[in-house]
C-alpha cells in the first residue's frame, strides 16, 4: 500500500511540475509576444517574481528583456538596474551585450545619475563593437552588420561622449577640442544634420573663446563630407574675415550667397563680398552691389546703391561722359537682373 501512495505521489509531483513548465513558458511567451510595452514590461517582472528568482534559467534574456523594455517606456533608473544585472552574466550573447552597453549609456546620461558611467559605457559600445566588427568575415553580410554596428552603436556612442564632454567642458577649451574630436568621429560613420549640428555648436564656442583657427578646423573638416551648408560656409566665411583672410572669406561667402534664397539677407552676403572685392577686383564688386541693390528692390537709399554708384561713378567709370557712364550703369544691372533670373522685372 505504502508503495502505491508513494507512487501516486510521484506521479501528482511530476504532473505539477509539467503544469509549473507549462505555465512558465505560456508566460514567458505571453511576456515576449506582447506589444503593449507597459503589459509587456507587467509580464516579464511577474515573470521574475514567480519563476527566475527560483531556478534563473532565463536570467539573462529576462534582465536584458527587462532592460530594454524599461528604457522604451522611459523608466531609466530600472533600465539601468536590470541592465547591469544582465551584464553580470558572462554568457551574454554579444549582440545582446552591445545593446545593453548602449541602452546604460544612453540611461545614465538621461538621469544625469553618474556621468562618468554613460561616458564608460559608451566606451564600451565603441570598443565592443570593434571588436565585432574586426571578427566578422569579409562578406556582403558582414558588411551590412558592420554598417549597422557603425551607425546603430558606434556612432550614436560618439555623439554621447561628444554631449558629455560638450557639458563638462563649456569653459574649457581643450575639453571642447576633444568633444569636437568626437564629434568628428559620429559624423564620420553616420552623416545626420543631428551630428553636423553639434560639431558646428562646438566650433561656434571654440571661436568665442579665441581659438578661431580650431574652429575653422573642425567645420571644414565637416564642410567638405556635407551637401552645400549655408550655415557651414558663412561660419567659415565670418571666421576667415575675421582672420583678415580675404580670399577665404570670399570663397565660402560666395558658396554661402549661392545657395541662399534670393532676399534681404542674401542681398546683405552679396554686400558683405562686394566690400571684401571692392579693392582688388573692381568689376566683380560692381556685380556684387548690383544683384544686393536689386534684392533689395532697387532701393537707391539702401547701402548697395550707395556703393555701387562711388564705385562706378567715381572709379571705374570717372571721366567717361555722362551718357557713357549712365548706359553702363544700366548694362551692369542689366547683367545682375539675368544672374538672378529677374528678367521680367
Not at 59 to 88: H, M, P, R, V
Not at 324 to 337: H, N, P, V, W
Amino acid at each position: 500500500m505504502k508503495k502505491v501512495v508513494i507512487l501516486v505521489l510521484f506521479f501528482v509531483f511530476c504532473a505539477s511540475l509539467l503544469l509549473i513548465a507549462d505555465e512558465r513558458q505560456d508566460l514567458w511567451l505571453k511576456a515576449a509576444a506582447e506589444k503593449n510595452l507597459e503589459l509587456r514590461l507587467q509580464y516579464f517582472e511577474e515573470f521574475l517574481q514567480k519563476y527566475e528568482k527560483k531556478e534563473g534559467k532565463h536570467s539573462k534574456y529576462l534582465y536584458f528583456n527587462l532592460c530594454q523594455t524599461s528604457f522604451q517606456l522611459k523608466k531609466y533608473d530600472n533600465s539601468i538596474e536590470y541592465g547591469e544585472q544582465a551584464l553580470e552574466h558572462k554568457d551574454l550573447e554579444a549582440n545582446l551585450k552591445l545593446q545593453t552597453y548602449l541602452i546604460l549609456s544612453k540611461a545614465f546620461y538621461l538621469t544625469k545619475s553618474d556621468l562618468d558611467k554613460a561616458y564608460h559605457y559608451a566606451g564600451l559600445v565603441i570598443e565592443f563593437g570593434n571588436s565585432i566588427k574586426m571578427t566578422t568575415e569579409s562578406t556582403n553580410r558582414s558588411e551590412q552588420l558592420n554598417e549597422n554596428i557603425d551607425k546603430h552603436f558606434i556612432a550614436p556612442a560618439y555623439r554621447i561622449q561628444t554631449l558629455l564632454l560638450f557639458e563638462k567642458g563649456k569653459n574649457n577649451p581643450e575639453t571642447l577640442i576633444e568633444a569636437a574630436q568626437k564629434g568628428i568621429e559620429a559624423y564620420n560613420i553616420h552623416k545626420t544634420d543631428r551630428n553636423l549640428a553639434l560639431i558646428l555648436s562646438l566650433a561656434y564656442k571654440l571661436s568665442k573663446m579665441n581659438m578661431v583657427d580650431k574652429a575653422i578646423h573642425f567645420v571644414e573638416k565637416v564642410c567638405d563630407q556635407a551637401e552645400e551648408n549655408a550655415k557651414c560656409y558663412n561660419m567659415l566665411g565670418t571666421w576667415y574675415n575675421k582672420k583678415g583672410d580675404k580670399d577665404r572669406a570670399i570663397f565660402y561667402f560666395d558658396k554661402y550667397y549661392k545657395i541662399q534664397d534670393k532676399d534681404d539677407q542674401a542681398a546683405k552676403t552679396a554686400l558683405n563680398i562686394g566690400v571684401l572685392l571692392s579693392k582688388k577686383e573692381k568689376m566683380k564688386a560692381i556685380g556684387y552691389f548690383a544683384e544686393a541693390f536689386l534684392l533689395l528692390n532697387s532701393d537707391k537709399e539702401s547701402k548697395a546703391y550707395k556703393y555701387l554708384q562711388h564705385l562706378w561713378f567715381n572709379d571705374l567709370a570717372k571721366g567717361k561722359p555722362q551718357e557713357e557712364q549712365d548706359k553702363g550703369l544700366s548694362d551692369i544691372l542689366s547683367a545682375a537682373r539675368s544672374r538672378l533670373d529677374m528678367s521680367g522685372q
